[in-house]
């Protein structure tokens, strides 16, 4: 019994280890980041209509690479703009994502990666593209600097 215990308490410290936090609110991830010294990566998406943002989610976003790197460098923060009904957010996070839109996505592009400092400055942008989740995070790191 004793050996079973350690090993579902095992599974569950590499499983914590390696999953991803989304910040929803975007004042509350700058503070995070300011105190951790890490930079913010915002990513827009339409999560239940946009396939591209889909791909990204699946390919690259989900990998243990991707994580790796979050973990290390930023915090996530994910501006999503649902089509379905029972998928909508409520009214304070829509009006925050409208925000966000406005000041760091003008064109409306979907997904659309934003990678910045943790006051806000733009430090580079990016989308779904394919490639290896490798070469990507590089990208993403290559913004950083």
Same mark, same amino acid.
């Given at each position: $019994? ?8 095992? *599974?569950?410290?590499?499983? @914590? $280890?390696? @999953?991803?936090?989304? !910040?929803?609110?975007?004042? +509350?991830?700058?503070? !995070? ?9 915002? *990513? ?5 209509? /946009? +396939? &591209? /943002?889909? #791909?990204?989610? #699946? !390919?690259?976003?989900?990998t243990e690479q991707?994580? @790796?790197? +979050? @973990? ?6 994910? +501006?999503?703009?649902?089509?379905? #009904? !029972?998928?909508q957010l409520n009214? %304070? ?17 979907? &997904?659309?990666?934003? %990678?910045?400092?943790?006051?806000? #400055? ?14 990507y995070v590089e990208?993403?790191?290559?913004? *950083?600097?």
């Amino acid at each position: $019994m004793r050996k079973l215990t350690l090993l579902v308490l095992f *599974i569950l410290g590499v499983n @914590s $280890m390696f @999953s991803q936090e989304w !910040q929803t609110n975007f004042e +509350a991830a700058k503070s !995070q980041a300011a105190k951790e010294h890490k930079s913010i990566v915002l *990513i827009f998406s339409g999560s239940d209509w /946009c +396939a &591209p /943002c889909i #791909k990204l989610e #699946k !390919q690259i976003l989900e990998t243990e690479q991707f994580k @790796s790197f +979050a @973990s290390e460098k930023a915090i996530l923060v994910r +501006a999503d703009f649902p089509r379905k #009904k !029972q998928n909508q957010l409520n009214e %304070v996070l829509q009006e925050q994502n409208k925000r966000l839109a406005e000041t760091y996505n003008k064109k409306g592009f979907f &997904p659309f990666v934003v %990678v910045m400092s943790p006051d806000g #400055k733009v430090l580079g942008e990016t989308g779904y593209e394919k490639t290896t989740p490798e070469a990507y995070v590089e990208k993403l790191k290559g913004f *950083i600097k």
